[in-house]
């Protein structure tokens, strides 16, 4: 009840909404209208109702633990005498920090699951370790520059994403002598690109059959709805750094 925290945080239930969850975060790549009736909903609650916590499942999904910056730490105990939680360490495949370009710790304080008395703990009174990334650094940061974009809803709204993918992919060469994308290819080549255990962390495994990983079906017309938000992430932040690919081998095998 975002009225009833607001009231009791003196905070307006709209800000509350938009600068302090993950709302925006799951919204970013959906159509305006269905942003703005998510956010009635969650505006208006309903004691019984439909709830948003499949939204909000999109996000912890790839983040099992919460994660910190040291240096956002040394900073706010500077600032504030005390550190808190950034929604922008806590989103799906993000393990840069955006403003200090280092590397996040993760902690033990589980992001989804019933809190437990531990889970109210400051960043500052947890002890954080080094993350395992697979990822280049240009890589990581560009997954983060991309992620805090949609979050702060700061991302170029387009009604048809995926024929925006389908576009860009066959820019860059994934194309078969039919002139369809070569999602295939994309797939392959996106695996290759991030790494598999970097892909199962932030809940975006490729795996599965072949022709339908989700690179494929995010640039093949005709597909439902608009996909999690970091799948659009890590496409994006894909298309943005892989070279021209029109040499490499993006066609199939003929059935038979």
């Known amino acids: 009840d975002l009225r009833r925290l607001g009231t009791l945080s003196g905070t307006d239930e709209e800000e509350l909404l938009i600068k302090h969850t993950m709302f925006p975060y799951t919204v970013a790549f959906m159509p305006a209208s269905a942003r703005a009736a998510l956010a ?12 948003l916590s499949s939204l909000t499942k999109n996000v912890s999904h790839g983040v099992p633990f919460r994660r910190v910056c040291p240096e956002c730490v040394k900073e706010d105990i500077a600032t504030y005498g005390e550190s808190f939680w950034r929604r922008t360490h ?29 889970d109210t703990l400051l960043p500052h009174m947890v002890e954080a370790t080094s993350l395992r990334t697979t990822p280049t650094l240009e890589k990581l940061r560009t997954v983060a520059e991309v992620s805090v974009k949609a979050l702060n809803l700061s991302v170029s709204p387009k009604e048809e994403w995926r024929s925006w993918y389908r576009a860009q992919a066959i820019n860059l060469g994934y194309q ?8 295939f290819a994309l797939a392959r080549n996106a695996y290759q690109f991030y790494g598999a255990r970097f892909l199962e962390d932030a809940g975006c ?17 005709g597909s439902v709805g608009p996909g999690a938000t ?14 021209q690919v029109a040499r490499r081998d993006v066609h199939y095998r003929a059935r038979g």
Request: proline share 8%.
């Open 40 to 51: 009635s909903k969650a505006l208006n609650f309903i004691a019984g109702e439909w709830s």
């Open 90 to 118: 806590l989103l799906p495949g993000v393990l840069v920090c955006i403003r200090h370009g280092a590397k996040l710790r993760t902690t033990e304080i589980p992001l989804r699951g019933r809190a437990q008395a531990g």
């Open 176 to 183: 078969l002598p039919s002139g369809d994308v070569a999602g």
């Open 205 to 221: 495994s490729i795996s599965g059959n072949a022709q339908n990983h989700w690179p494929a079906l995010m640039v093949r017309p």
């Open 230 to 243: 970091s799948k659009h992430v890590l496409l994006q932040a894909y298309f943005s750094l892989e070279p």
